[in-house]
Nanobody
Framework: QVQLVESGGGLVQAGGSLRLSCAASGSIFDINAMGWYRQAPAGKQRELVARITKGASTNYADSVKGRFTISRDNAKNTLYLQMNTLKPEDTAVYYC??????????WGQGTQVTVSS
């Protein structure tokens, strides 16, 4: 099993920056890709924000391209999401995700990001 713990969320003004972290533990050798998802209030579906593969290939949602950067520090078993030029529409609960080699997925508990206008 893999456990994921996010940190770094908070309240920031529009135009500001935050960095989210996700510490992985457990069977980390089973992890292939990792990613960040977010779920806005009012019943919106959880959406992919950014993803990074074991080979460090990345992809981003169109809405965050050029503003967010995903990275991973394999030595620290930690995933990051640097978020710059934040907008009110980025307000959501952000979840760390790990795709495991045997097809399962692991999720963190989520961290709230609130961007005020």
């Amino acid at each position: 099993q893999v456990q994921l713990v996010e940190s770094g969320g908070g309240l920031v003004q529009a135009g500001g920056s935050l960095r989210l972290s996700c510490a992985a533990s457990g069977s980390i050798f089973d992890i292939n890709a990792m990613g960040w998802y977010r779920q806005a209030p009012a019943g919106k579906q959880r959406e992919l924000v950014a993803r990074i593969t074991k080979g460090a290939s990345t992809n981003y949602a169109d809405s965050v391209k050029g503003r967010f950067t995903i990275s991973r520090d394999n030595a620290k078993n930690t995933l990051y999401l640097q978020m710059n030029t934040l907008k009110p529409e980025d307000t959501a609960v952000y979840y760390c995700n790990a795709q495991l080699s045997y097809g399962a997925m692991a999720w963190g508990q989520g961290t709230q990001v609130t961007v005020s206008s």
